[in-house]
C-alpha cells in the first residue's frame, strides 16, 4: 500500500512534473519573477474559471481577507459578522484592523454561518459578513445575500477551502462559490484543492472599482507608479506559483471529481453507523471536499484519533479550539460570545485524509481502521 498521508501533493506533481518543470524553468529563464505576462495570464484564466469579471492575485489567503476588508472601508470599531468554527485566518484580519468579530453559530449539519443566527446579531455597527465555505461545502449563500441586502450589509467570502464549487440558486442560475458575495477571497496553500508550491492568494469581484481599489492596496496603494494614493501593503504572487497554478488550474475540475469520488467511498462504508454522521451535501452544490470531516456520536474523538494515529492512519481535528476561545480574542471579548453548536462540533469532528491520489486499497485500510475502534 502506497503510505498515507493528509494529502499527497507529491504524487500529484508527478503525475505533472514535466509540464511543471518546463513552466518553472521558463519563469526562471525569463528572470520576471514578479508580475509579468505569467502572473496575468494565470489571474485571466481564474477569473474566466470562476466567470467572475476581475480576479486580483495576491500574496496569500490572508491577505486576501484582509485587502478585502481594507477596499470595502471598513473602519475601526466596526463589526463584521463571521463563523467561530473556522480558520484562524479568517477572523484575525479583522481584528488586526480593529474590526471587531461577532461570532455566530455554525449550522451542524453544514459546518457553515447559520443564516438565522446572523440576523440576530445585526446591530447599527455591523458592516459585513463573512461566510467560510468551510471543508468546500458551501455556505447558504442565497439567504446569507438576501440578509446582507436586506440590511446593507457587505459579503465577503472566505473561499479558501471553497475553490471550485458551484452553487446554484433557486431560479436555477448557478455561480462558483467566491463570486456570490461583493468579494471572495481564496488561497493557494500548497494543501489547498488548488495549491501551489508556496504561498499564494486572489480575490474576486465583479465590481469595477472595488477591483481596482484591491489591486491598489495589494500593491502599496499605488494608483500609478510611485503615486500613492490609500494606505496599502505588499501582497504580490510570483511568477513561480503562478506558473504552477496555470498548471494545476487546468486539472481543478478533475481533482475535485477525484476528491468526491473518495468521498463516495467513504460515505459507504460508513453508511448507516449511528454513532458517524458522513458529511452533509446540500442539494444545489457540488461538495468539493477540501477535508472530508466526520461527526462522532457516543465516540471517545480523541482516543479515536490516537487509535488512528497508532495504526499509521493520519487523521486531523480541525480545529481544536474555536476562534472565539482563542486568546488573541480575550481582548475583543471573544469568551463572552455563547456558541453551544460550534463547541459540540469542535469536540466531536475528525477529519479523514482526502485528496487527489488516494486508492481504494488506501481508504479500505482507512475505513476498517475506523470502523474496528467504533465498533469494538
Ligand atoms: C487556508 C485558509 C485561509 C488562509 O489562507 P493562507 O493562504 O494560508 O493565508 C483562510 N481561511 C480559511 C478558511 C483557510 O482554510
Redesign the pocket.
Known amino acids: 500500500m502506497k503510505p498515507l498521508q493528509m494529502v499527497d501533493t507529491k504524487t500529484q506533481y508527478q503525475k505533472i512534473k514535466t509540464e511543471v518543470d518546463a513552466a518553472v524553468i521558463g519563469v526562471l529563464e525569463s528572470s520576471m519573477f514578479i508580475g509579468g505576462k505569467v502572473v496575468n495570464d494565470f489571474a485571466t484564466d481564474l477569473a474566466d474559471y470562476h466567470k467572475s469579471k476581475h480576479c486580483i492575485p495576491c500574496a496569500?489567503?490572508?491577505?486576501?481577507?484582509q485587502i478585502a476588508m481594507m477596499a470595502l472601508g471598513l473602519q475601526p470599531g466596526d463589526e463584521v459578522i463571521t463563523p467561530s468554527f473556522?480558520?484562524i485566518?479568517?477572523v484575525e484580519v479583522a481584528a488586526l484592523l480593529n474590526i471587531k468579530p461577532i461570532f455566530v453559530e455554525v449550522n451542524k449539519q453544514t459546518f457553515c454561518l447559520d443564516p438565522e443566527a446572523i440576523e440576530k446579531a445585526i446591530t447599527p455597527k455591523t458592516k459585513a459578513i463573512i461566510p467560510?465555505h468551510?471543508y468546500g461545502h458551501a455556505a447558504d449563500m442565497e439567504k446569507i445575500m438576501a440578509i446582507a441586502t436586506k440590511h446593507n450589509l457587505f459579503v465577503i467570502e472566505?473561499n479558501?477551502?471553497g475553490i471550485g464549487c458551484t452553487y446554484t440558486f433557486t431560479d436555477g442560475t448557478s455561480k462558483k462559490t467566491g463570486t456570490i458575495g461583493h468579494i471572495g477571497?481564496t488561497?493557494?496553500?500548497p494543501s489547498?484543492n488548488l495549491g501551489a508550491f508556496g504561498?499564494?492568494?486572489a480575490m474576486f469581484t465583479d465590481d469595477d472599482e472595488l477591483a481596482n481599489k484591491l489591486r491598489m492596496i495589494a500593491s502599496h496603494g499605488q494608483s500609478k507608479r510611485y503615486y500613492h494614493d490609500v494606505v496599502g501593503c505588499n501582497s504580490r504572487l510570483d511568477a513561480v506559483q503562478a506558473a504552477v497554478l496555470t498548471i494545476k488550474l487546468r486539472r481543478l475540475d478533475n481533482y475535485i471529481l477525484a476528491r468526491r469520488k473518495a468521498a463516495d467511498f467513504y460515505d459507504a462504508a460508513f453508511a448507516n453507523n449511528e454513532k458517524i454522521t458522513t458529511p452533509f451535501r446540500a442539494a444545489n452544490q457540488q461538495h468539493v471536499f477540501?477535508q472530508y470531516t466526520l461527526q462522532l456520536t457516543n465516540v471517545n474523538r480523541d482516543e479515536l484519533s490516537q487509535y488512528l494515529t497508532d495504526n499509521g492512519v493520519p487523521n486531523m481535528i480541525y480545529y481544536p479550539v474555536p476562534a472565539h476561545k482563542q486568546k488573541m480574542f480575550d481582548a475583543f471579548g471573544g469568551s463572552n460570545f455563547n456558541l453551544p453548536i460550534t463547541d459540540l462540533l469542535t469536540d466531536c469532528v475528525i477529519s479523514l485524509p482526502i485528496h487527489t491520489e488516494l486508492d481504494e486499497e488506501q481508504q479500505t485500510f482507512i475505513t476498517t481502521k475506523v470502523l474496528e475502534f467504533i465498533n469494538k
Open positions: 496569500n489567503g490572508t491577505d486576501a481577507l473556522t480558520y485566518a479568517t467560510v468551510l472566505d479558501a477551502q477571497c488561497s493557494f496553500y489547498k504561498d499564494g492568494g477540501h
